[in-house]
């Protein structure tokens, strides 16, 4: 299937157009990027794979993530460089022995929290799995930003497909809470052209005070309940998603209560960092056991 290609040169274009005509430009270059997005989720998540521009030499980034760890820009050699490790930097690449703090700040430029979404390597073969399996479950490291990519692939289904709903679980509520609202961090970050074509998103705490988002153009949603069976057996879900699964004592009965909804056509992905539980015997498949 052929996509329509966005250029830089489209985009400089727009400029020449009245207020009320960029507007339908914009928009119209978000719809039919939407068509290539909701058919590949990974040409979404890739910047490299986007329109270059001046801004954006390496791609314009379409998922944005929050990362409140302090990362600076050097302005010799426009590296990144996480803050305990300018000084360093500086010695190595640079040859400033034990820089002063004068030094540091006039070397270095920090860089906003909200960062462009880092596609590694190992995503691809992950994604690929998470299509693919109807129960889906991840070991991970806090390196691996597993929990980012499993709620980006949510926000992906419900912002470009119709009538989904995933529900995210976590330990408690506050923290449930956080992971909806990664979800809506990712949407408000967008850019212009997508918002417009995406439409209207509504995000709130929810009833359960653990987070819920609502596509008004898809009519899909993503709700989040605490931990725990009783909060979601009512539902049928397209995916349930649980955060940190090995740390929830109740995950074991939670995936029994949704477990025949999710036999219907759903699906149920489960990530973790190590931690002997429930968990470990989903990773293994002897939860029959």
Not at 54 to 75: A, E, I
Not at 121 to 142: D, H, N, V, W
Not at 239 to 262: C, R, T
């Amino acid at each position: 299937m052929g996509y329509y290609t966005l250029t830089e040169e489209i985009l400089n274009s727009l400029s020449k157009l009245s207020p009320k005509s960029r507007r339908e430009a914009f928009a119209l270059i978000g719809r039919l990027e939407i068509e290539h997005i909701s058919d590949d989720v990974l040409y979404w998540l890739d910047s490299s794979q986007h329109v270059k521009t001046k801004n954006f030499p390496q791609g314009m980034p379409y998922v944005y993530t929050h990362d409140p760890h302090v990362l600076y820009l050097c302005n010799e050699c426009k590296i990144e460089v996480w803050g305990q490790k300018r000084g360093f930097h500086l010695e190595n690449s640079h040859e400033i022995t034990h820089p002063t703090m004068q030094e540091l700040r006039e070397y270095f430029k920090e860089l906003p929290t909200i960062r462009p979404y880092p596609v590694f390597e190992y995503m691809p073969p992950i994604i690929q799995a998470y299509e693919g399996t109807q129960f889906f479950a991840l070991e991970k490291s806090r390196d691996m930003t597993a929990t980012w990519l499993m709620v980006a692939l949510s926000t992906w289904d419900v912002l470009f497909h119709n009538g989904r709903q995933h529900i995210f679980q976590s330990q408690d509520a506050g923290k449930t809470l956080e992971l909806v609202e990664r979800a809506n961090t990712i949407y408000e970050n967008h850019p212009y052209f997508l918002k417009l074509a995406i439409g209207k998103v509504s995000f709130n705490n929810g009833g359960s005070r653990s987070g819920e988002m609502y596509v008004d153009r898809t009519r899909s949603e993503i709700l989040g309940f605490p931990q725990g069976p009783d909060q979601i057996r009512q539902f049928h879900p397209t995916v349930i998603f649980q955060d940190e699964a090995a740390f929830q004592p109740l995950a074991g009965e939670a995936f029994a209560a949704i477990k025949p909804a999710i036999q219907m056509g759903g699906k149920f992905v489960a990530i973790s960092s190590a931690n002997r539980s429930y968990f470990e015997l989903i990773c293994k498949d002897k939860t029959d056991d």
